[in-house]
């Protein structure tokens, strides 16, 4: 059975950096895609980052420059390390990932994902 485990979030003052944690355990596809979404209060769920086994990388224009998707050498844990944050960043974000590969590069869009953590708040003030 997959399970995604979040860690990290929190307050922060605009401008400052958090970096959030997602720890896979049952996951082991060969071929495989993961990815952060994230949302706020109101809004639709929105992919900001995307990464697969081939260390491709996918970024939403609202977060490129700023936000990098990266995992650990053994491949189970994913990360998001989030620069210069900003109040529209605040939200709730979510890790997801699934068992595929994609030769346009992975996917940003929620329904390509089986698998998803718990959530995590993220808050920017000003």
């Known amino acids: 059975q997959v399970h995604l485990v979040q860690s990290g979030g929190g307050s922060v003052q605009s401008g400052g950096s958090l970096r959030l944690s997602c720890r896979t355990s049952g996951f082991t596809y060969v071929n495989y895609c993961m990815a952060w979404f994230r949302q706020a209060p109101g809004k639709e769920r929105e992919g900001i980052a995307a990464?697969?086994?081939?260390?491709?990388?996918n970024y939403a224009d609202s977060v490129k420059g700023r936000f990098t998707i990266s995992q650990d050498s053994a491949k189970n844990t994913l990360f998001l390390q989030m620069n210069n944050l900003k109040p529209e960043d605040t939200a709730m974000y979510y890790c997801?990932?699934?068992?595929?590969?994609?030769?346009?590069?992975?996917?940003?869009?929620?329904?390509?994902?089986?698998?998803w953590g718990q959530g995590t708040q993220v808050t920017v003030s000003s």
């Open positions: 997801a990932s699934e068992g595929a590969y994609y030769h346009g590069g992975p996917p940003l869009e929620d329904y390509e994902y089986n698998y």
């Open positions: 990464i697969d086994n081939d260390g491709n990388t």
